[in-house]
């Protein structure tokens, strides 16, 4: 939900809830599960997945392998539904004419340092930067240049706006913000 007004723009940022996470999470999971099963059934010679019977994987090799591609699996699946509860990535963006500042914020991993937020001033805004890179890994991303901190991002690279929206985004940015735009 973003919300404008003459003075003040806030964008919100989603992090790591999103379908395609879900989804990965879940696959890695039933995926790695599986594998698990398969080497600790070859270990054991019962039959815990009905697809093949355990006397066709040989616990040494293919039965150690197996279960270390199961644990790999499970740890980074963990790993993935960690992000998504946590939320990670998830923010705002406020841009505030009225007392010339800009706030990014952001969640990150729990920690010490779990909140990101970074302030600047307006009046130090060079530039909106718009980067375009065509071809099999495209990417489109919208960049904020501040004087001596250099460019900060301010959408995902895997965000998949098309050129004429990253274009249309960084045109009304701009002329909130009453800076330029550059493309790279």
């Known amino acids: 939900m973003n919300w404008r007004s003459e003075r003040i723009w806030i964008e919100h940022r989603t992090g790591s809830r999103k379908i395609n996470n879900f989804c990965w999470a879940f696959v890695l999971f039933l995926g790695s599960l599986g594998f698990l099963l398969v080497g600790i059934s070859s270990y054991l010679g019962r ?24 644990i790999a699996g499970l740890f980074i699946s963990s790993y993935l539904w960690c992000t998504i509860l946590w939320n990670v990535g998830s923010g705002y963006d406020r841009f505030d004419r009225k007392e010339g500042i800009v706030c990014i914020f952001r969640w990150g991993f729990p920690g010490k340092n779990r909140r990101i937020l970074l302030r600047f001033l307006i009046k130090d805004i060079q530039s909106i930067r718009i980067e375009l890179k065509e071809g099999i890994y495209t990417r489109r991303v919208l960049y904020m240049e501040i004087k001596s901190q250099g460019a900060i991002p301010l959408t995902r690279t ?18 909130f913000l009453r800076v330029p735009i550059e493309v790279f």
């Open 47 to 70: 039959n815990f997945i009905s697809l093949f019977p355990p006397q066709q994987i040989i616990f040494f090799p293919q039965g150690i392998v197996m279960s270390f591609y199961g």
């Open 158 to 175: 895997d965000e998949n706006l098309t050129p004429r929206e990253i274009e249309q985004k960084a045109a009304e940015l701009a002329y």
